[in-house]
């Protein structure tokens, strides 16, 4: 299998993200090449082609466009891939229209010669394969580990006028206020509390051991936390040394802000969710008698 790769640059650095493309290809065994834009001074590592351009901006739509078509035509890849963020969003469908390919959004696995994405807001998986002879494919951030690649690519540089109608500023960090990067503990609400004033059980806990509290994306878009405390590859990134995890689900989204957590207690009443996968202690059980229950256990021996 043959696969062309779409880096993504980022204040003039490729970015950490990048690298697990290479991993999704890994699981492939997939012979591969790299289109990227940007001016970098350093290029991954790998045994390939490598198409370049200079000029533009990291974030041009047409004129990325344009450089993955050039690399396409020339390299005639199975499938063309990019990171699910939102470079991915923007120009995976134009690309795959443009190859009048199908486009597969969101990917989290391989099962049987198929791809497996994400539905009912991450509570089923469904395998699904192209019908087209190529492909336009999505990864979701987390899925696919990074691997250690060596070699030296090819550079070939693609010449490239940028001649898009939208002149590019530059990214701004949004402000967060709270900082769960450099929590020990997080404990984290998720939609399984079944309603905003089972969040405090969720901060007496938190409060107990002396942490910070998190949250899921859908208990953020509920309303019942603020997103400066979202958790998860649209959230922060956080590697405490003790997660628990109230009620999440474990989507791939979520996982992927977390999996850098030492320990991680999950409490849910479905033993087979997701969040299992990545646990290191499953309480099944009524999260309305198990947190207070937990929190007084914790304070009678502080």
């Not at 969040?275 to 914790?298: C, K, M």
Request: proline share 4%; with cysteine; charged share 20%.
């Amino acid at each position: 299998m043959k696969l062309l790769l779409v880096g993504e640059v980022r204040d003039g650095r490729i970015t950490t993200e990048t690298a697990e493309l290479f991993g999704f290809a890994a699981r492939l065994k997939a012979e591969v090449s790299m289109a990227l834009v940007g001016n970098v001074g350093e290029f991954p590592a790998f045994s390939g082609r490598l198409y370049r351009a200079n000029g533009g901006n990291e974030y041009d739509a047409t004129f990325h466009k344009r450089l993955v078509l050039d690399a396409v035509e020339r390299e005639r890849p199975d499938a063309v891939v990019f990171l699910h963020s939102s470079l991915g969003w923007d120009i995976a469908p134009r690309v795959a229209f443009a190859m009048q390919a199908a486009q597969v959004s969101g990917v989290v696995g391989l099962d049987d010669g198929g791809y497996v994405v994400e539905s009912c807001n991450g509570k089923m998986r469904r395998t699904v394969r192209p019908l087209t002879s190529r492909a336009v494919l999505t990864i979701q951030p987390g899925a696919f580990a990074p691997v250690a690649t060596e070699g030296t690519p090819e550079l070939i540089a693609i010449e490239a006028e940028p001649d898009s109608a939208i002149e590019f500023l530059g990214c701004i960090q949004p402000e967060r206020g709270i900082d769960l990067t450099r929590a020990g503990v997080i404990v984290s609400a998720g939609r399984g509390l079944g309603s905003a004033d089972r969040v405090e059980l969720v901060r007496a806990l938190a409060d107990a051991l002396g942490g910070e509290v998190g949250a899921s994306r859908p208990v953020v878009d509920a309303g019942w936390l603020e997103r400066a405390r979202q958790v998860g590859s649209s959230g922060q990134s956080v590697s405490p040394s003790l997660y628990v995890a109230c009620g999440i689900s474990g989507a791939i989204q979520h996982l992927a802000g977390m999996k850098g957590s030492g320990f991680v207690l999950a409490v849910n009443t479905d033993r087979d969710a997701p969040i299992t996968s990545v646990a290191d202690v499953l309480a099944v059980a009524d999260l309305a008698e198990f947190l207070p229950a937990l929190t007084a256990a914790i304070r009678t021996r502080r």
